[in-house]
């Protein structure tokens, strides 16, 4: 049976695709040098494209878990030599493989800097502003696991989504750890790790612009590129920002008959109560709302939610300005299994196998980290007849709900503010209320005079708390605060490294602020 790939690439010969597995067979097992493989490809083969590669890496290799890890791309590189033709179109700068193109040339860049800075006596303030920059970089690998690799999947490319993503995550792990050596000043451990950093990032990347990238160019048709613009935005670009240019052009038209029919039906409905506010009502059991409402409701939860049905298929998550981890409509209709490192797929599995067979209702994890608290439920879902219909995941940013102490019965704006009607307040409420104004008055922090390149984040956001929601006014990259990366950050962050991370100029972004307080 064909495979579902070689539907979608250009047509290829069986017997060529299976002398060139012959030949980096017989290379990997060192039963031909490199100067041999070239020239049975020559012979045997001819010129081969990099779909080729992945196609018999596919379909004709025995996958294992830590395969793109082992896989020595340069031996590849050699070995077919002047046969492989890489080359990649020329593509427009709003092109997402240009973006993820783009990435790579600073984290190469980024990467000189590591090399350059390891031959020096140790200076933590300059490791620290190079990290600061490098920890942007797993975004570039969120991104191709939430939108690359789920049409890659569609198309019956399943291996950057088995075996690549854990080379990604193994990479964002690698980073990370140098960060918490570089943060808890182990000095030698830091520097030793740089070179795990150097290695595993470098080959990765190879890897992406050999195959993975030149592959996907043959797989997937501009129209699909064109309808991931959407979901990269919301998942966001390391280094950079990119302006979404929509291409919808709007053209005018004469209503015809049918639509005039549709109007005056839908004037008619509208009469009788059957359509309003935005389309019809639903009957959701306890109510009646509209698929606008619905949506609306989805969006301002304070929870995420994603529902995978019976099928172990995506089906829904919510839209919320507050997600907790990256989503992109390329995971709606994408099984479950793959939307999760294979490292953590047994555990996935293992749930859905124990709530879909009734042997337990619901599955909970959570996160806990200094400043960060996430809470995770996994909730089977049963009809009226018992029978499994599907999973719904729900998943809450709890650090606040932690933190608070005591009870709060006075109406108190998020901003601290109280509401106007509070001075009509009587007895024990009126009382309460004076006590919560002087604990006030003593948590106060020292008042900020002139807002400089070094006031601190945090302090700002104790003395304005309305800035938190208002900052996005200056630039959206300021919804990040609402997210627990931003809680994290805004304990070290100051108006120099939000201007820095922003792109606004110093001077006008402490211009904005002012105003923003004023």
Same mark, same amino acid.
Request: with cysteine; glycine share 4%; net charge negative.
């Given at each position: ?168 995550? %193994? ?5 990370? /750890?140098? @960060?918490?050596?570089?943060?808890? =000043? +182990? !000095?030698?451990? *830091? ?25 996907? %160019? ?5 129209? /699909?590129? @064109?309808?991931?613009?959407?979901? =990269? +935005? !919301?998942?966001? *670009? ?281």
């Amino acid at each position: 049976m064909e495979h579902k790939m070689k539907g979608y690439l250009p047509s290829m010969d069986p017997e060529k695709l299976k002398a060139l597995f012959e030949i980096e067979n017989a290379f990997k097992a060192g039963q031909l040098s490199a100067d041999e493989a070239r020239q049975q490809i020559k012979e045997r083969v001819g010129k081969v494209s990099a779909y080729h590669v992945a196609y018999i890496e596919q379909t004709m290799t025995e996958e294992t878990s830590d395969e793109c890890i082992r896989e020595d791309v340069h031996a590849i590189i050699n070995m077919l030599g002047d046969q492989i033709d890489n080359t990649m179109p020329n593509l427009p700068a709003d092109h997402p493989i240009m973006h993820y193109l783009k990435e790579n040339e600073e984290m190469k860049r980024l990467l000189l800097a590591v090399e350059d800075l390891v031959q020096y006596p140790m200076i933590k303030n300059q490791w620290l502003e190079l990290y600061d920059k490098i920890s942007q970089y797993p975004l570039h690998y969120k991104r191709k696991q939430n939108q690359l690799y789920p049409v890659l999947e569609r198309k019956g490319f399943t291996r950057p989504t088995t075996t690549m993503w854990t080379f990604d995550d %193994m990479v964002r792990d690698e980073i990370r /750890e140098a @960060e918490r050596l570089l943060r808890e =000043d +182990q !000095e030698d451990a *830091f520097i030793k790790q740089q070179e795990r950093v150097l290695l595993y990032a470098r080959d990765l990347m190879e890897k992406e612009e050999f195959i993975l990238y030149p592959t996907s %160019m043959a797989l997937i048709n501009e129209e /699909e590129f @064109e309808d991931m613009k959407s979901g =990269d +935005q !919301e998942i966001g *670009f390391a280094f950079f920002e990119v302006e979404h240019k929509t291409t919808e052009t709007k053209t005018e038209s004469k209503p015809d008959e049918h639509e005039n029919f549709a109007n005056d039906l839908q004037a008619l409905l509208s009469k009788y109560g059957y359509s309003a506010g935005g389309g019809d009502k639903l009957d959701v059991t306890t109510g009646k709302l509209t698929l606008e409402q619905v949506n609306l409701i989805y969006k301002h939860l304070p929870i995420d939610i994603s529902f995978v049905d019976e099928n172990e298929l995506v089906c829904f998550y919510s839209d919320t300005d507050h997600r907790i981890f990256p989503r992109s409509k390329n995971v709606i209709g994408r099984e479950v299994m793959n939307c999760h490192p294979r490292k953590s797929a047994h555990i996935v599995r293992e749930v859905i196998d124990k709530l879909r067979s009734g042997e337990q209702d619901k599955a909970e994890f959570w996160i806990n980290k200094p400043g960060l608290f996430i809470y995770i439920i996994y909730v089977a879902l049963r009809d009226k007849d018992g029978k499994f219909r599907g999973v719904l995941e729900m998943m809450q940013d709890c650090t606040h709900i932690r933190a608070l102490e005591g009870s709060q019965t006075l109406l108190t704006w998020s901003n601290g503010d109280a509401p106007a009607t509070n001075e009509q307040a009587h007895g024990a409420e009126a009382e309460q209320a004076e006590e919560g104004e002087a604990e006030d008055e003593e948590t106060t922090v020292e008042p900020i005079t002139d807002i400089t390149s070094q006031t601190r984040l945090k302090d700002l956001l104790k003395q304005y708390p309305i800035l938190k929601s208002r900052l996005p006014e200056l630039d959206p990259k300021f919804k990040m605060l609402n997210t627990p990366l931003g809680k994290i950050m805004m304990g070290k962050a100051n108006v120099q490294t939000m201007s820095e991370r922003s792109g606004i100029p110093l001077d006008k972004l402490i211009e904005g602020i002012k105003k923003l307080i004023n």
